[in-house]
């Protein structure tokens, strides 16, 4: 080896260090060819990962589109049986064993698909034997599955369009999304079409139902035409052209015959008709598994490509590595004495050893190294005395001791023996358990200790007892001390004294678990124990016109009676029977033990007489009061628990509608209803979109300190076609479900960047949950951020509306994290309520947070608000986070929150929302003006 290396090794000899540098400057214009081909080995490897899972989610998607068509083929002749058709029974028995060998197939793949949820599912349609039911269940299954591919291709990026990869995203969401909803809708129009022409009886109802479905059928067939128009302009394939328009015909022609049997402009057989209809599916199906067909094919090809291109790169790569490393080892070789001379100077360094200088005697650039190399080591000898200054100013600072490998403390400074009543004899050669909390666990420090003795740094928070018995709650860092040979010598820990930060955080914590007027149990707390226990009911309980008793008597009033009422409902509570209070003037129960329908209506009427037939006596009146109740029974249905109250509040909604006293919540009525109603609220959505009616409105944000508007915040508005302008409330849960939120996010986001583009005030945008975990969105923000030429930095705040529980934390926190790189501020909305977790929101790097303005409105007439509010202020002053109150509503509260020491305020008494012609053009105004 030394030999065949020996003429480059010379050829680097003979080379001043500079020349040498040239010489390998130049061998480096190869290494760019190295360096570049990583990306492209990279590419390679994730092209190939994707044709991998875009292979396995066509291999599964086949078989889910076969299960799709078993169970679509078996509602249809469990439809005719249960009509009475029995002579379908074996060609029912023959499509449920096909079904129940596909989930067989399936389970192989349960790692990728629910199909525990889905077998669940259909055991219990086999046993419905209602001919309605049998068929809404078979339908919502059917539907589950559609949405079952369409989520499989998003989860195997088959949407994402790359540059190599023939499978369009157009043509993929018509073969997993539109083409099996255009498959469906047909089968539902044929059965409800077939069942009517048999009755010879097309009513209103009926009508309506097949109108609605051949809406769904026209707006899919559309989306299905400009997926094959895109897709058509890069693929002449002319074949599959006149295969598309002929069912797009036929399609067309089905939806004339079937508005013209429903509104009677001709008759057709039953037979004829439901025979009809299969024709067009099947060809449906089969133009569905050419499309199959060929994007497998694709995928192929494109794998061949990518298979000869890989091995090309890797001759010309190793050819290259060859020549590279030949010429590079050559200039190691000649440089290898001077470098272990420099090395052995480094040691003699590393064990302190000052007295030797280091000496190269030749003429090029190592000997100026060494010159170097010598005034550092001078240096060195000057910043050690440095260092031994700074130990006694981190010694006056902070709580430190040391101690050996054992634990056995060698060392305490004046601080920490102080804080904790020791005298240095008392604990040098004594073990750190001295000062061990009995609370904390010994898991704690077990870990500690394999931390430790692996060389790596432990840090944590840890409750200390002093000699007095008092409880010290330190942040703590320990540090192993190594020497020269790696070894463990010693173990420096460094404290700082929390004890009065994590006090104030449990105080705050404990507020928010409780209501403040009643001091039961709020609804944060209720979601808390649910999640840990399960509950069989839900009874919430609503006092009639509670604020126009308000309006009559004050709020002192009103506050007398809830306080009176939750001692009473105190009493109704049992070992089973938990009593909490919910928001404004509603009190529920939730009973952890299951209980018969007419128990607990038995219950909630013995409340409502109870309360009913007695007088709140408050400053001499007799003031009486009504209540009504909402009931959700939960009966092992709802898949998140939580949804029980949102019924439950749904019931309470409901029956203060009608003349009732309670109500039981009715899924399957209120689904109904509520399914026509998201209808018509879609296609109000879906109109707004299309034509540019979805606009911000902006609500000022008041400086308490400089008397001056700084800050909008951008709220959603709906103008719906009459001009009326519409709140978020009736839409935005709706467009959430219907997945037009984010057209509506990124409406919100850019409209309200370009109209404070050129202004000075910062601008506050609303993003959910949702948007905070959504890449799209997350891009879609940073390209509107450089797109706008924002006036100042720091002028853009995301605000965060959801109140609910974030899941994943450390998510949240990288996005935080990297959207501040866009000088990009983060706030907090509803805090309050609903953050469980708030300690460890506050500490995810946020700049503004909204108080709650269930707390600000009370902050006048209710002590407990005034107290939380306060230690909400106090917390957040000592984390450096500027507070927003929110529903500043008159003079008084704007004062209260002045007092406290509130940053900023918003609400209807600085002004209601405005559109962005009404902004002012120069807004710092003081709020006298």
Known sequence: MDRLIKPAESFFRKLKFKHKILVMFLIGGLIPYLIFSYPIYKNFYEELTIIQKEKKALKVS???????????????????????????????????????????????????????????????????????????????????????????????????????????????????????????????ISVYLTEFLSEKNINPEDKRIIQNLISVLKFNLQKLDLSFKYYFKQDKNN??????????????????????????????????????????????????????????????????????????????????????????????????????????????????????????????????????????????????????????????????????????????????????????????????????????????FEDMWKTILSKKVWKGILKIKTKDGRTLVMKMSIVPILDEKGNIEEFVAVRVDITDLIEAQEKLRRMLYFDNLTSLPNRTKLIEDIRKKQPYAIVIFNIDDFRELNDIYGFEAGNYILKEMSKILKGFEKEYIKLYKFPSDEFTFVFFSKKDKNEIKDFVLSIIFNIENRAFNYEGFDINILLRAGIALINGNYEVIEKAILDTEAAVKKVKETNFKYLFYDESKSAKQEYVNTLKWISKIKNAIANDRIVPYFQPIYNNKTKKIEKYEALVRLIDEDGKVVSPYYFLDIAKRAKLYPQITKIMIEKSLKVFENREEEISLNISTLDLLDSEIYKFIKNKIKEYNIKSSNSVVLEITESEEIESYNLVADFIKDIKEYNVKISIDDFGTGYSNFVYILNIGVDYLKIDGSLIKNILTDDKSLTLVKAIVHFTKELGIKTIAEFVSDENIQRKIEEIGIDYSQGYYIREPIPAEKLPLIDNKNLEE
Not at 77 to 106: A, C, H, T, V
């Open 62 to 188: 086949s078989k889910i589109f076969d299960l799709l068509k078993l169970f679509q083929e078996h509602r249809g002749l469990m439809y005719r049986y249960l009509k009475g058709e029995k002579s379908l029974k074996k060609d029912i028995l023959i499509k449920e064993k096909n079904i129940d060998k596909l989930f067989s197939d399936l389970e192989n793949y349960k790692h990728i698909i629910n199909i525990t949820f889905l077998k669940r599912e259909w055991l219990k349609i086999k046993s419905i034997k209602n001919t309605k039911q049998n068929f809404l269940a078979h339908t919502k299954l059917i539907k589950t599955i559609i949405n079952l591919l369409e989520n499989l291709a998003i989860n195997y990026d088959l949407y994402v369009h790359r540059g190599k990869n023939i499978v369009e995203d157009n043509i993929l969401v018509a073969l997993f999304d539109t083409i099996p909803n255009i498959n469906e809708t047909i089968r539902e």
């Open 239 to 444: 074949t599959l052209k006149n295969e598309y328009k002929s069912i797009k015909k036929d399609i067309e022609n089905y939806i004339n015959y079937v508005q013209n049997i429903i509104n009677q402009k001709e008759y057709e057989e039953p037979e004829k008709f439901f025979e009809d209809s299969r024709k067009i599916i099947s060809k449906i199906d089969s133009f569905r598994k050419n499309l199959l067909q060929k994007i497998n094919v694709s995928i192929q090809e494109r794998e061949n490509e990518l298979y000869t291109e890989i091995y090309l790169l890797i001759f010309g790569l190793i050819a290259l590595l060859l020549i590279v490393s030949y010429l590079s080892t050559g200039f190691y070789y000649s440089i290898e004495k001077p470098l272990v001379k420099i090395e052995r100077a480094i040691q003699r360094l590393r064990n302190q050893d000052y007295t030797e200088y280091l000496t190269i005697n030749t003429e090029d650039e190592f000997k100026k190294i060494a010159e170097t190399f010598n005034i550092m080591q001078d240096e060195i000898k000057k910043y050690i005395s440095f260092l031994k200054g700074y130990q006694i100013a981190l010694d006056s600072a902070t709580l430190v001791s040391k101690s050996d490998i054992k634990g056995n403390i060698t060392y305490a400074n004046k601080a920490f023996l102080e804080i904790t009543g020791y005298k240095l004899e008392e604990v040098l050669g004594k073990p750190h358990n001295i000062f061990r909390h009995p609370d904390e666990p010994k898991e704690k």
